[in-house]
């Protein structure tokens, strides 16, 4: 028997309407995060943080990881080790 859409659709026909409909909503979705957090992001350029462990402990110093004493301790011991080389 013809019905109006053809000779109709059998539950498997529905099952895989619904999960390709899924699919491809969710390749949307997905492609739009992936390309919003790829051209959104904050890129940080190279060389941006502290290179040296004098600029380390400086940053340490500016955040209140470590007191004055503790910087002025830490620096003497570098250069202290420049002086004499590394272990």
Known sequence: MMYWYGSGMSGWGYVLMT???????????TTAVVLG??????????GSGP???EDV???RLAHGEIDEDE???LMATLRAREITGPR
């Open 51 to 53: 290179t040296t462990p």
């Open 57 to 59: 402990l400086a940053m």
């Open 37 to 46: 957090r790829r051209f959104l992001r904050e890129d940080r350029p190279l």
């Open 71 to 73: 910087y002025e301790r």
């Open 19 to 29: 999960l390709s409909m899924v699919l491809f909503w969710g390749l949307v979705i």
